[in-house]
Structures are given as structure tokens and as C-alpha cells.
């Protein structure tokens, strides 16, 4: 087993990068670790009789990963210190001791078999937030725009000004010293939805808000002011919108003279200009199509089975896939198209946030 | 196994297959979905917990859906808000107080409006064992009406409810995080695993329960499970007799040969991935101590669900391997004296599902004990004698999405 710390040896820049994360969870959760370890080591002593010492046998068939790893290795340097005691003839009791994992983190595990009992004491800690690995060398560009807990619908980012709306309403950040800083927040009182969608448009100074059921318009410079209408471009509580000539869908768009639709039923058409049905998919949950400089518009679409990204173009009237997947972490919300990238809102597995991103098409050159 | 077993477990394979394997798209909302079970439910209230494993797992899935809780667990067992928005403190500090979430409707379109705008509980012990007893489906907002209907504040309504044989549960519009995807669900009790195999092929439903030890289930984070276990009804057996038992069974082969290699062998009544010390709980066969232990003893009646053709042929294996050790069971009617269940793992907390499994044992529970401590209390005696750990599983129609979760089901392309 490796101890932890400065005694790792970076073979690879991959591992380095590992052992670096895993020292850094340590760093964070050292406190709580040794804490835990320093309350179980003194329950473990109190089964020792005044003359016996702690003879610990480490079970290593949980440590499976270099994380649980790095945590034995610390728990192990712990537990001897919380052990240690010097009697004169002392005598042997074995401790066989155990890193296990549960739901909700990681346990320490000490069994001792005294005159007939089994004795267990046991300790837990938390386990921390993975913090996800960044993606490179992926043809889709992305760029972190902002994260946070209530679900993101839309991002707009104006020089020093940027716009979320989510599902409590549209708050304005501004940039101070490179960080974003809160400046006002607007409720809007939307009709509930479960998969909650929502459009920002701004032209100058006027706003407009789109939500399921209701449509808010205003100014936004200086101070947001708003006033809310039922109705709108999204069907409330169904989150579709309804246009004549096509039947409810989630999102179009018009990409060398044909139409892709992301339908309500859940698949994707494609249909001429005179609305007839060309091709149908069931790949993607969402997309939106981007202008791009050398090669034309393209279609960046999310596939939620695999929490991935890619760019597409129509190829005889049916989706192909022209770039390499790149892995989000997480289903893709929202796909908006916003100028020459796509916002992308993911709903983070391991953190349960919202993270909005803009991707772009890189060409490579 | 008996060779009846392999269409169904075929059809299920298959079915379930072709579910992981669709691409998910955005979900759509509308249409039915029919539901048979072989659990047989006489009442939706929350107060009333069965006893019974099979209509415990099947109670605990469907009261969510109509009754709701102030809080909930997610996915790693942890609290988070759901009808209460926070909980704090009164000033005092004997007292912890929860604001209920705004804007909540009950089923009959009344704001759910607690006295005072709050709920109060006594700082009588921790907040996370208060909260872990909030959680179970068993402590749901209910308002009991005139006429002796429950309603309550779920993503779907009762709209018909035909004690142990069907129920018909509508979308409300109004629920608070926006209606569910589906418009209604049929359901249908009491149905025998062949009926419910033979309505799935004929296309007649679109969920229905699965046999045992068909699939591993998917990941930690959303597999649901089930533990199969002995237990001793009647005073009849003695702890070394019942220890006998458990030293007798031969869990390797049974996995081996019966389920195909599915499912956990364990002594526990939690899987490993849950509680982290399932490995603590030996399950080991030793003969040569059994016979020791059963010697003198009576015959017992046992009894096992005989529809399920995988179940039965566990039950039968186990009667042999005790009569190798001197102890005669013999396939009992009515009140047996042992039975193999299938418990159901009803909670992602350790206490929250140990109690429920303490109802199953008719055993007493306290939420103040340690997970450990409070799952070898109940394991003493070997009044359970667990067995494995299995994935709970279900036919799905090839249009199902998002199942067990109910308010996030929907209908997708067949």
C-alpha cells in the first residue's frame, strides 16, 4: 500500500494527475478522516486490557482505488498512533481492520474475537465530491460560463453583465475584480413543470423572458423591471411549443434549407421546406444548430444515454456525425443557439448542480 | 430449474436489454401506463405498513406517488427538503421547527397549509434520526376526508381504488414540481406471475413483475434490491435448530446452479454496496455442525412461493440440504413454520430499511441504535436467516422509460 503525501513517485502526467486529486482530497478531508480515527482508535483501546497491545492486521481487499488507497494509508499511520501504548510484557491481541465503501461513504472496520465474542467497532466519513476531469482534445470547444443548485435555463453573457434565468427567475450578475457578483435577482411566478425549459432574449435594453406558460417582458440595464403574461411561446405544464403546420415540439431549426425537429413524441425529424418528412432518429435529446466559419452551420446534439456531445450535419437529408463525442457530466438540459456557439446546460451527476457551458465548433486548424 | 422458468426469464432479459440499450431522448408527456403486480394492496394509507414483504416492496413504491413526505432521501440516503423547505431550531431549543413549502395543492385543489404555517417536532433525540423517520413513506402528509377518502399532495391522485384487485391513479395538474409525464396509471393486484408473464407477450401490460435472479440490476446509485431470506414464524424451532438451518444451506451451489450466477451470497440482511459491513456478517456452510446442532430435533413445515418457478427450486434445494443435516422440512400450508421471502430493501438508509425489514421480521426497532448494532439485533437468534442479495427486477415493455420512478415515467417510442 502507498502512503500518502509526499512519498508518491509521479510515474505519468495521468497519474500524477490522480495521486495529485487524491492528495488534494486528503488535504480536504484530513480534518474529518483524522477525527474519526482518533474517536474509533480510543473505543478500540478501551477492549484492550492495561498489559495488551493492538496488533492490527489491514485487510486490503476494499482498497481498491488509488482514493480508498491514499485513505488507508492515512487511516493506517492514524490508527498506530492512536494504538500506541508501551506496557511491560505486553500481550498480542489481533485487530483485523477493514476500509470498507457504502452509499454514503467509507467506513473503518475493526473486529477483534475475544473469549468467544466478536467485537466490532467502527467508524465513517464522507466520502468527497469527484471533481470532474477536464475534457481535452475534443473538436467541440467548452467553456464554463456559470454553476450553480436551481436548475439553469438559459445564459446570456453581455461584456461585463451576464443574465441566468433559471426556475425562481432571471438574476443579473456583473464582473467585479473577475469574479461574477450577484447584483439584483427578479422572481418570476411560472407555472410548475418537470422539465422545466426557458428562452432569454435581449435586444438593447428590452428583455424578454420565456418559461412554460408565461412570457415576461422589460428592460434590464441598471435594474431589471419585468411584467409577466400568461401564455407565450412554451405550452404550460407541457414544456412544447405549437406552431401551424407542425406538430408540438420541444426545439427547430432550419439547417441548409431543411428543418430539424426535436418532436414531443421524443424523436427527430428532418422535413423539407414544404414540411415533408424526410428522415427520423431517435439519438439525440436536444440540439441546436450553429453558425460556423469554415465549414458552415452545424448541428451540436446531446445524447442523454451516454452524456455526451457531438457535432452532426445532414448528410442526404439525415443526421451524421462529423466530430468526436465529448463526455459531460452529466444530461444535457438545454441546448440554445447563441450567436456563433450553443449554450448547454448539464445537470452535474456528482455534484447535482447546474452547470451552464458555451461549446463551440473548433475547426482544428 | 424447471424448464418453465426459461421463457420468462428469456422474455425479461430481453425486454430489459432492449430498455438500457435505447437512447434516451427528452421525456414526453401523456398516455397510460399499465402496471400488474402480484402484491395485493387492501388500503393506500400510509399508516397502515404491511407486514406482508411482497405488499410492503409494492406499498412502498406506489405511496410516494400519491402521499407525500417533508423530506426525502436522495440517492446516497442522505435528507433533502421536499414539503418542508428547511428546518430550524424554535427559540427555546427544544423544539425543531419546519416551514412548509408554499404553494403546495392537495389533491382537492385546497392549498396544503399546515396550523401556523409550520410543523413542529420535539428535540427529543438527533435531527438525522428525525429526519430519517420523516422520510419513510409511512410518515406521508395524509387529510383524511369527510367521507373517510385519504388525499394528499403526490405527483398522482387515486381516481379508483378496488381493495387487493386494481387501483387507477391519475396525474395532478397542480403538483408543485409540475405534473407528472403520465396521464394515468392502471393498476392491476393480486395477478399470478403466468397471468402477468402471459399479459406482458400479449402486450396487454406494460409492467409486471419479473422472477427472481433474472438480471443484476443496474448501478448503485439506482438499483433496487431485494434479500432472500429464511425466517422463522412459530415457536416450534429452537436457535440451535434454526441455526442448523442456516449452517445447512449451500448458498454457493444455489447461486451457482439456480440463479445463474445472480445475485449476492450473504449473511446480511443489507447488501455491501449499502452498508459497507455486510462482509462482517459470516453466512458460511458447515454440515458437520449443523447435524450437531439439529440433533433431536422436529420436523418443520416450510413454505415458499410455488408460482415462481426460480423460488421453488431454491425452496426445494434448501429442504435438501437440511435433510443432509438430520433436519426435515417439509412444504407446509397456512402458518408454516419457516419461510423463504423476499424482503425488500424499501429505503437507500441503512436504519430506514432496517425497520421496514423489522416489521417483515414482526421484530422490535429503534432508530437510536447504530446501523451495525441495530441489523445484528435483528439477525440474533437467527429468527432471519438471510440468504442473497437480489436485484429487484420487472418486465418492461420496450415503451417504458424512467421505471420505478414513478412521476418520471413516460411513454416513449415501442
Given at each position: 500500500m ?6 508518491f513517485?509521479?510515474?505519468?502526467a ?15 478531508r484530513g ?6 480515527v482518533s474517536q474509533?482508535g ?13 496488533h ?26 492512536a ?8 500481550k498480542?491481541v489481533?485487530?483485523r ?49 456559470w454553476?450553480q ?11 461585463d ?7 425562481a ?9 473577475s ?8 422572481v418570476?411566478?411560472?407555472p ?10 435581449v435586444?438593447e435594453n428590452s ?16 435594474s ?8 407565450g ?9 405549437e ?9 427547430r ?27 427520423v ?6 440540439l ?8 458552415g452551420p ?5 445524447n ?8 452532426f ?12 463525442s465529448m463526455?459531460?457530466?452529466g ?13 448547454v ?13 458555451s461549446?463551440?465548433v473548433?475547426?482544428?486548424? | ?14 425486454l ?13 408527456y ?15 394509507d400510509p399508516a ?5 414483504p411482497?405488499?410492503?416492496e409494492?406499498?412502498?413504491?406506489l ?14 440516503g442522505r ?14 431549543r427544544?423544539?425543531w421547527v419546519?416551514?412548509?413549502?408554499p404553494h403546495v ?11 401556523a ?8 433525540r438527533?435531527?438525522?434520526q428525525?429526519?430519517?423517520e ?12 369527510a367521507d ?11 381516481a379508483?381504488?378496488e381493495?387487493g ?16 409525464y403520465?396521464?394515468s ?26 422472477p ?16 432472500l ?9 429452537a436457535?440451535a435448530?434454526r441455526e442448523?438451518v442456516?449452517?445447512s444451506?449451500d ?29 462482517l456478517f459470516?453466512g ?10 439439529a440433533?433431536?430435533s422436529?420436523p418443520?413445515?416450510?413454505?415458499y ?12 434445494r434448501?429442504?435438501v ?13 397456512g402458518?408454516?413454520d ?19 425489514i423489522?416489521?417483515?421480521l414482526?421484530?422490535?426497532?429503534s432508530?437510536s ?45 415501442p
Amino acid at each position: 500500500m502507498s502512503s500518502a503525501g509526499p512519498h508518491f513517485v509521479i510515474i505519468s502526467a495521468v497519474t500524477g494527475r490522480i495521486l495529485g486529486f487524491v492528495f488534494a482530497t486528503l488535504l480536504v478531508r484530513g480534518d474529518a478522516l483524522d477525527d474519526a480515527v482518533s474517536q474509533w482508535g480510543k473505543k478500540i483501546v478501551s477492549h484492550l486490557a492495561t498489559d495488551e497491545i493492538a496488533h492490527v492486521t489491514w485487510n486490503g481487499a476494499v482498497t481498491e482505488n488509488a482514493e480508498s488507497a491514499a485513505y488507508a494509508a492515512r487511516a493506517k499511520t492514524l490508527l498506530a498512533r492512536a494504538l500506541q501504548r508501551r506496557p511491560r510484557n505486553p500481550k498480542a491481541v489481533e485487530i483485523r481492520v477493514t476500509l470498507s465503501r457504502n452509499l454514503k461513504g467509507y467506513l473503518l472496520i475493526a473486529e477483534m474475537h475475544r473469549e468467544n465474542e466478536n467485537i466490532v467497532e467502527m467508524t465513517s466519513f464522507a466520502r468527497p465530491i469527484p471533481i470532474p476531469e477536464t475534457a481535452t482534445g475534443f473538436r467541440l470547444d467548452r467553456r464554463l460560463l456559470w454553476e450553480q443548485e436551481v436548475p439553469i435555463l438559459d445564459v446570456i453573457v453581455m461584456g461585463d453583465q451576464m443574465l441566468v434565468l433559471d426556475t425562481a427567475g432571471i438574476v443579473r450578475y456583473e464582473q467585479r475584480d473577475s469574479n461574477w457578483q450577484k447584483a439584483e435577482a427578479v422572481v418570476m411566478d411560472t407555472p410548475p413543470v418537470r422539465d422545466p425549459r426557458g428562452r432569454l432574449t435581449v435586444n438593447e435594453n428590452s428583455l424578454t423572458a420565456e418559461a412554460a406558460g408565461v412570457t415576461c417582458r422589460g428592460t434590464w440595464k441598471l435594474s431589471i423591471a419585468i411584467d409577466c403574461q400568461p401564455g407565450g411561446r412554451f405550452t404550460a405544464g407541457r414544456n412544447t411549443i405549437e406552431e401551424s403546420r407542425w406538430q408540438p415540439y420541444f426545439t427547430r431549426a432550419e439547417i441548409g434549407g431543411d428543418h430539424v425537429v426535436g418532436a414531443s413524441d421524443g424523436r427527430t425529424y428532418v422535413y423539407d421546406a414544404a414540411h415533408k418528412q424526410l428522415s427520423v432518429s431517435d439519438a439525440w435529446s436536444d440540439l441546436a444548430v450553429v453558425p460556423n466559419s469554415c465549414a458552415g452551420p452545424k448541428i451540436i446534439a446531446a445524447n442523454s444515454s451516454t452524456n455526451s456531445l457531438a457535432i452532426f450535419d445532414l448528410l442526404n437529408h439525415s443526421p451524421v456525425r462529423v466530430s468526436d463525442s465529448m463526455e459531460v457530466p452529466g444530461p444535457a438540459t438545454a441546448i440554445w443557439p447563441t450567436g456563433s456557439a450553443a449554450l448547454v446546460v448539464v445537470r452535474n451527476k456528482d455534484t447535482n448542480r447546474y452547470e451552464a457551458y458555451s461549446v463551440a465548433v473548433d475547426c482544428g486548424r | 430449474m424447471k424448464p418453465t422458468a426459461l421463457p420468462w426469464i428469456a422474455a425479461a432479459s430481453l425486454l430489459l436489454a432492449v430498455v438500457i440499450l435505447r437512447a434516451e431522448s427528452r421525456p414526453r408527456y401523456g398516455g397510460t401506463l399499465r402496471v400488474e403486480m402480484s402484491a395485493a394492496l387492501s388500503t393506500l394509507d400510509p399508516a397502515e405498513i404491511p407486514s406482508d414483504p411482497v405488499a410492503l416492496e409494492a406499498k412502498a413504491r406506489l405511496v410516494p406517488a400519491v402521499f407525500e413526505t417533508l423530506v426525502r432521501l436522495d440517492e446516497s440516503g442522505r435528507p433533502q427538503p421536499w414539503l418542508a423547505t428547511s428546518w430550524t431550531h424554535d427559540v427555546a431549543r427544544k423544539r425543531w421547527v419546519f416551514t412548509a413549502r408554499p404553494h403546495v395543492r392537495l389533491h382537492d385543489g385546497m392549498i396544503w397549509t399546515p396550523a401556523a404555517g409550520s410543523l413542529e417536532v420535539g428535540d427529543d433525540r438527533p435531527i438525522e434520526q428525525i429526519l430519517r423517520e420523516m422520510a419513510r413513506p409511512w410518515s406521508a402528509i395524509v387529510v383524511h376526508e369527510a367521507d373517510g377518502t385519504l388525499i394528499g399532495t403526490g405527483p398522482f391522485r387515486v381516481a379508483r381504488w378496488e381493495a387487493g384487485k386494481a387501483a387507477t391513479l391519475v396525474a395532478n395538474e397542480g403538483h408543485w414540481k409540475g405534473r407528472p409525464y403520465l396521464d394515468s396509471i392502471e393498476i392491476q393486484m393480486g395477478r399470478y406471475l403466468r397471468d402477468q408473464t402471459q399479459d406482458q407477450q400479449l402486450g396487454r401490460a406494460d409492467v409486471t413483475d419479473a422472477p427472481v435472479g433474472t438480471t443484476d440490476g443496474a448501478s448503485d446509485e439506482t438499483r433496487t434490491e431485494q434479500t432472500l431470506a429464511l425466517i422463522f414464524d412459530t415457536p416450534r424451532s429452537a436457535p440451535a435448530m434454526r441455526e442448523a438451518v442456516a449452517l445447512s444451506i449451500d448458498k454457493v451451489a444455489i447461486r451457482r446452479v439456480l440463479l445463474k450466477g445472480h445475485g449476492d451470497i450473504s449473511g446480511a440482511l443489507l447488501p455491501q454496496w449499502m452498508s459497507g459491513y455486510a462482509f462482517l456478517f459470516d453466512g458460511k456452510r458447515d454440515v458437520a455442525r449443523a447435524r450437531q446442532l439439529a440433533t433431536g430435533s422436529a420436523p418443520l413445515t416450510f413454505a415458499y412461493d410455488r408460482q415462481d418457478a426460480v423460488l421453488r427450486s431454491i425452496g426445494e434445494r434448501i429442504s435438501v440440504n437440511a435433510m443432509e443435516a438430520g433436519i426435515i422440512m417439509r412444504p407446509g400450508n397456512g402458518v408454516a413454520d419457516v419461510r423463504l421471502v423476499m424482503i425488500p430493501v424499501t429505503s437507500r438508509d441503512e436504519l430506514a430499511a432496517l425497520a421496514d425489514i423489522a416489521v417483515v421480521l414482526k421484530a422490535p426497532f429503534s432508530f437510536s441504535a447504530a446501523p451495525y448494532e441495530a441489523e445484528r439485533t435483528l439477525l440474533d437468534g437467527f429468527h432471519a436467516v438471510t440468504l442473497f442479495h437480489l436485484a429487484r427486477n420487472w418486465s418492461l415493455a420496450p415503451r417504458v422509460r424512467s421505471w420505478p420512478d414513478l412521476p418520471n415515467v413516460w411513454i416513449g417510442q415501442p
